[in-house]
């Protein structure tokens, strides 16, 4: 019986931090040792020079620092087909077919496009490739014929986006050859978009509020004791203030299950007053360094030999090429422009 199949990835603009570990990459690590999947992961860096073209360093740096950030979370090349997109012409191929099916009002319309624009300060000037970046997203998605894709919230109307362009394909051409996907998005609410430490919605490279899992523990205890909390919190014995502190928000996302008591009586007593901002950081370092430790271990295992996990993505690359091919000729077939 065939497995349904999982498609996720990254755009490789930088290493990979915790809003990317809560958001999406644990979730994968999970879904993938459950074995019930068949799991492609990529490395999106045609769509990373979307708006990087002229700084391509970035991204072939990136591409090596992100495959050890994927291989060092635990995704597992056995049990996962790990892969970079540039080197998969076929999803070009599709993204143009599919051009000719979406409005540019409605690309101008996505939701998760307009917001990334106004962050990114285009203005007039939008690059097209960016604009029609959700296209191509789409195209990544149903050349692997994915049933699931999981994904953080603000993702949402990108998974819409490809099953419009999928109903819109099948209903053209009257085929059923591509597959409509789902997304799966993050179980915990708060982990949908983790805020940056100063509070910010976003935690970026760019506004250099993230704590990267590639960070050692010197640099994640310096990064916890800068967070933002509560200005007003100003002595200990002050009542202080739980929402919108950065601290707390992290031990909602990052505390488990035998944390919760522990947390409760934290936010309680900080509340009330009597608690200072010190020991509240103490206390969250103790559970990121409890989640971090061992992936930090790994990665410095797996950078020893650069050369073997470029060879890796290599391999992954050939098999995804593969599979893209043949949902690429069941396509043109399905237009009819399969001409020999």
């Known amino acids: 019986m065939t497995k349904p199949v999982i498609l996720t990835g990254d755009r490789p603009t930088g290493k990979l931090h915790l809003g990317h570990y809560v958001g999406s990459l644990k979730n994968r690590v999970l879904l993938q040792n459950e ?20 700084e391509s ?10 495959a050890l950030d994927y291989l060092s979370a635990g995704i597992d090349p056995a049990k996962s087909t790990i892969f970079i997109q540039s080197q998969i012409p076929e999803l070009a ?27 990114k300060g285009f203005g007039s000037s939008i690059p097209t490739g960016f604009l029609v970046y959700p296209i191509s997203q789409s195209a990544d ?72 899992l590639s960070d050692d523990a010197d640099t994640v205890r310096k990064k916890v004791m800068s967070m933002y909390t509560d200005p007003n919190h100003v002595r200990v014995e002050d009542p202080g203030q739980v929402e919108g502190n950065m601290v707390f928000h992290y031990l909602d996302i990052f505390g488990r ?8 009586a934290m936010k309680e007593h900080y509340q009330r007053g009597g608690l200072g901002d010190v020991k ?59 001409y020999f």
Do not use: C, W
Not at 57 to 66: L, M, T
Not at 141 to 146: E, L, S, Y
């Open 257 to 264: 299950e035998e944390d919760q008591a522990d947390i409760a």
């Open 93 to 119: 191929e599709l993204t143009m077919y599919y051009m000719n099916l979406v409005s540019l009002a409605r690309l101008e319309r996505n939701p998760t496009v307009k917001t990334e624009i106004a962050q």
């Open 141 to 212: 998605i149903t050349a692997f014929k994915a049933n699931y894709v999981p994904v953080g919230n603000d993702q949402k109307p990108m998974i819409e986006q490809t099953r419009e362009i999928v109903r819109s394909f099948n209903h053209t051409y009257k085929t059923d050859v591509l597959v409509e996907p789902e997304g799966i998005f993050p179980k915990n609410e708060a982990a949908g978009r983790l805020p940056g430490l100063d509070g910010n919605a976003k935690m970026s490279k760019s506004l250099g509020n993230g704590i990267y």
């Open 57 to 66: 360093e970035i991204i072939r740096e990136s591409v090596g620092n992100v």
């Open 280 to 338: 509240t950081k103490r206390y969250l370092l103790d559970i990121l360094e409890r989640e971090l430790a061992p992936i930090r271990k790994r990665r410095l295992e797996y950078a020893k030999d650069m050369g073997e996990v470029f060879h890796m993505l290599e391999k992954g690359s050939e098999v995804a090429r593969e599979v893209a091919g043949q949902t690429l000729s069941e396509v043109k077939a399905a237009m009819g422009i399969n």
């Open 35 to 54: 074995g019930k999947y068949d799991m492609f992961i990529f490395l999106a860096d045609q769509q990373a020079l979307t708006d990087h073209a002229k």
